[in-house]
């Protein structure tokens, strides 16, 4: 570890700190319907919208209203991304000629996007058109961001208002999301990556032919357009095969950086949005603190990890920190800081290979997604995420005081404990029962990259990253039907499985009465809350995970330094 | 929910047209009239042909030339259409085995170096196209360089010095030699 990798990773926090305020409070505005300075420019095209998609904007829905507009528009999303790669062969801007993609990995691929998790089974330099990544991916990164956002933003609301039933309108929040928030920043950032280097082209890839005389295919493409709607909404999917690692998307130092922003900016400042909205942002600030807490620890143990390195190699007369899987203009500090960046929140773009970290280093983005994703989180399923287990929170700290839990002044009651502790208990269900089921058969062990404890590490990344609605991998385990299949189906439910709770919740805060503070009333700003808040997240996660995890990277981790392979 | 359906098939017609479509079109319009070089791949041509692109490696075999990374890209290595990691874990067999052969290789390539071979020429890279080494190990292969083009090894390290990039605003990444462009320069040495 050195000082200048550690001020990387300052310089990041407080860029990001910088604009919790002031984007944390546009958005705020944006979802109470205000006006603001974009509304001059963006108001005609959201009320054309509204008039050419038959919406009411002033159509209030309760819960499961809101609900099902979120899975309809999704599962419409689905079927067009499925169509899309499905046809790509008959459709334009495809000059390399790419055929179908089979049923399987499109439906895998399909689900990805859908649910904002955007796991790479497949490769997109060889086999997605122009046309799939804009229309079908690109377009997904946008929508499947700006529903997580709506869904966040639901939740505020149901906290928020009192005696009410309802949560807002889901299409209006959709769309407030896409075009006063994701598309002004993607349009700047956009010409920042360009600026940086990353092509935005339509044109087929060129050959270039070596001073030694190789030929070479150089890949191009609508890259940035995609590439900063990939990280600002914490989708993740590339459009090259090697995600963030490649140089057409990530080509400098500055790129990196600039990215990890991206891909912090909007959960960070939703933390104050919902501070604002509640009309109490020391409620924001608490969640914040606790989250960059949580993001420094981990961030401590996989930069320690990978600056001590593989003794194995060591032991071959090589010294220094790890650099396999990882690129030199990155270095060691920015491949660490985005391993923990992009699984703190569930980005899971890559600019390094997870697989090829060290057993503890690999541990750490494993555990953060583990954990649900709660250190700033995914747009939008960040905080709400996070806000489930402020809920149990509260209820705990209610019990061992002995009196009703309440949050914000609302009575926490039954229900509102078994909604928060069903979306939590979902996570394991969905990670552990398919991961045991995949080293018993066959077809689940047929495409391991590694063997020993790193095989049994890749399927539990695998089924962690796909229902965390991450997306990163330890790529080595490669696809097939079993996987493709599999991992499909857990990204559905994980997303749609915590959504539901989530807005029942919503729900049934939004209807009750709230109490003024009293004296007797236990804060949930303070610097105990927040201490309280960090210990059950690491309780839960820990309690459930930690015989799972000791199999794979915790005995991979002694077994590396006692100095055993595995062929 | 009939209703929701007719809703969401119509908002998605219409988002697919503004962020599918308009967005896309209108960034690329933009980016090719004020970054056109970015744009366009950062390509290198050398006598009208083009022969690398800027930001992405490419290999190089012979002893005159810089060499890059062990890369996993495609069958050869540093094929852009194949990009991604070995993959391999840190108890793999397999690791320990083409890293030993790379340091073997390295070492009869390089007989004229002092020291171990920098861990970055050992390694592969994340995209297996990693267009940089790290100055130590450019240097590493400096005398190697300089014997086969039968130039002083003190002129190659001029050379190195010159194309060794820093850290982005003095802390972002790593110190690092574009290998293309080093090779490329080597060309131009008279």
Known sequence: ?567 | MIKHLGISLRLTILTVIVLGLMYPFAMTGIAQLIFPKQANGSLVSVNGNIVASDIIGQLWTKPQYFHGRPSAAGKNGYDPTSTGGTNLGPTSKKLISTTKTTIAQLRKENPDASGPPPMDLVTSSASGIDPDISPEGAYYQAARVAKARGLAVARVNTLIAQHTKGRTLGFLGEPRVNVTELNLALQNLR
């Open chain 1, 1 to 567: 570890m050195t000082l200048i990798g550690w001020i990387q990773a300052v310089v990041l926090f407080l860029a990001v700190l910088v604009f919790v305020k002031p984007l944390g409070g546009f958005m705020a505005r944006v979802f109470n319907g205000e006006r603001n300075f974009l509304s001059p420019i963006l108001r005609p095209v959201e009320r054309a919208i509204y008039r050419l998609g038959g919406i009411n904007e002033d159509e209030e829905m309760a819960w499961y209203t809101y609900l099902f507009a979120v899975l309809a528009f999704s599962f419409v999303g689905l079927a067009w991304l499925y169509l899309l790669l499905r046809t790509q062969q008959w459709l334009p801007l495809n000059p390399q000629r790419f055929a179908a993609m089979s049923p399987d990995l499109a439906w895998n691929t399909a689900v990805s996007f859908m649910t904002n998790t955007n796991w790479q089974f497949y490769s997109g330099e060889s086999t997605v058109s122009y046309f799939s990544q804009m229309a079908g991916l690109a377009w997904h990164n946008f929508v499947s961001a700006a529903a997580g956002i709506a869904l966040a933003i639901a939740l505020i609301r149901g906290i928020a208002r009192t005696t009410l039933k309802t949560l807002g309108n889901f299409w209006v929040d959709l769309t407030r999301a896409c075009l006063y928030i994701l598309l002004p920043i993607s349009i700047v950032g956009c010409l920042i990556l360009v600026m940086q280097g990353v092509p935005q082209n339509f044109h087929s890839y060129e050959t270039a032919k070596s001073v030694q005389g190789f030929s070479q295919q150089i890949t191009g493409g609508p890259m940035a357009s995609q590439e900063v709607i990939k990280e600002l909404g914490t989708n993740g999917g590339g459009f090259v095969n090697a995600n963030s690692a490649s140089p057409n998307e990530n080509p400098t130092p500055f790129s990196d950086f600039f990215e990890l922003w991206l891909i912090l900016a909007i959960g960070a400042a939703l933390t104050y949005t919902y501070g604002k909205m509640v009309k109490d942002t020391r409620q924001g600030w608490a969640l914040f603190i606790a989250m960059s807490i949580l993001f420094f620890g981990g961030l401590l143990v996989v930069y320690w990890a990978e600056a001590a390195g593989n003794p194995a190699i060591h032991q071959l007369g090589i010294a220094g920190a790890n650099m396999e899987g990882k690129e030199v203009r990155f270095g060691l500090a920015a491949s660490t800081l985005w391993a923990n960046t992009t699984t703190a929140t569930s980005c899971g773009a890559v600019n390094a290979m997870h697989d090829s970290f060290t057993a503890l280093g690999g541990l750490i983005p494993l555990v953060n997604m583990q954990l649900g994703e709660i250190i700033f989180g995914g747009v939008g399923s960040g905080l709400y995420a996070k806000l489930m287990f402020v809920v149990l929170t509260v209820f705990i700290a209610g019990l061992m005081v002995g009196r009703t839990p309440e949050f914000l002044g609302k009575k926490i009651e039954r229900r509102e404990v078994t909604f928060a502790i069903l979306s939590i208990l979902i996570t394991p269900l969905l990670v552990l029962v398919p991961t045991a089921v995949a080293v018993l058969i066959p077809s689940g062990l047929a495409t391991l990259g590694n063997t020993g404890p790193h095989g049994f590490s890749e399927i539990l990344y695998a089924f962690t990253s796909t229902n965390a609605n991450n997306g990163s991998a330890f790529a080595g385990l490669g696809p097939n039907l079993f996987y493709n299949l599999t991992t499909g189906a857990n990204m559905l439910f994980g997303r749609f499985a915590e959504v539901i709770p989530v807005l029942a919740l919503a729900g049934a805060l939004a209807g009750k009465k709230a109490a003024p503070e009293s004296a007797g009333t236990f804060t949930t700003y303070s610097p105990i809350f927040v201490g309280l808040l960090i210990g059950t997240i690491l309780i839960v996660g820990a309690l459930t995970f930690l015989p799972a995890d000791a199999l794979g990277p915790i005995v991979e981790h002694l077994l590396n330094l006692k100095g055993s392979t595995f062929q």
